[in-house]
């Protein structure tokens, strides 16, 4: 597609149920990010994908996250007995390569509300 | 954790005024960009400026790195009321391994008076 794609756009979730978020990236591009952005924050990071292999997972903040892109495209961020502290936009992005000095093309996230 | 910080958090200016915007960081980097962020929306990247570079220009923007202050600035000429937005700076520091991944500040929210 013409850019970065993710959804649903909005999620209410209650206390302790399971979520998925999709986001389905610019076209062959090889890297994709997932960023959390709490209310009036800059984006926090995640993890990183290289194709299909998880390169770096270190920005999860607990176990109940979990990401996975299979076919190193679609990717999906599943979240797992949702808390309060989970809510939060949540922002996929893709860039075309695996180096360092391209910019990221970034969807319009996922509104996560937890209840 | 948050590398980038930047100055002011809130800046309100008229149409044709020109805004700037600056951004201090901790850690040595690969290179520096700047995104904005519309309301409700995602993140556009404006510009990157590598570390080996001083000054880059891009329409009405103009970005200058000063890695010995580790600093940045964003400059925005003749603004326009559509400039109204959250600007970010992000940083891609040397120190994270082989993989990109970039560390964001808060964000400066930019109001532009018709």
């Known amino acids: 597609g013409a850019g970065v794609s993710q959804s649903p756009r909005y999620k209410v979730a209650k206390r302790g149920q399971d979520v998925a978020l999709r986001c389905d990236p610019i076209s062959g591009h090889v890297s994709l990010f997932w960023y959390q952005q709490a209310l009036g924050q800059g984006p926090e990071f995640l993890t990183y994908f290289q194709n299909e292999a998880q390169l770096d997972k270190s920005g999860l903040p607990s176990d109940r996250f979990f990401a996975e892109r299979p076919e190193g495209s679609v990717s999906t961020l599943k979240i797992q007995r949702t808390q309060q502290e989970d809510s939060a936009v949540y922002l996929c992005a893709s860039s075309p390569t695996r180096g360092r000095n391209y910019g990221y093309t970034f969807g319009s996230g996922t509104r996560l509300t937890v209840v | 954790s948050q590398q980038g910080e930047e100055d002011p958090q809130a800046l309100s200016i008229q149409e044709g005024e020109n805004a700037t915007m600056n951004c201090s960081y901790k850690t040595s980097i690969n290179n520096l960009q700047w995104y904005r962020q519309n309301s409700g929306r995602g993140l556009v990247h404006l510009i990157l400026?590598?570390?080996?570079?001083r000054e880059k220009h891009s329409g009405r923007l103009r970005v200058t790195l000063d890695t010995s202050k580790k600093s940045s600035s964003l400059l925005i000429t003749a603004s326009r009321a559509a400039d109204t937005a959250s600007y970010f700076c992000?940083?891609?520091?040397?120190?994270?391994?082989?993989?990109?991944?970039?560390?964001f500040g808060k964000g400066i929210t930019l109001s532009v008076r018709p």
């Open positions: 992000a940083t891609d520091s040397l120190y994270t391994g082989a993989n990109s991944k970039l560390t």
């Open positions: 400026i590598r570390s080996n570079e």
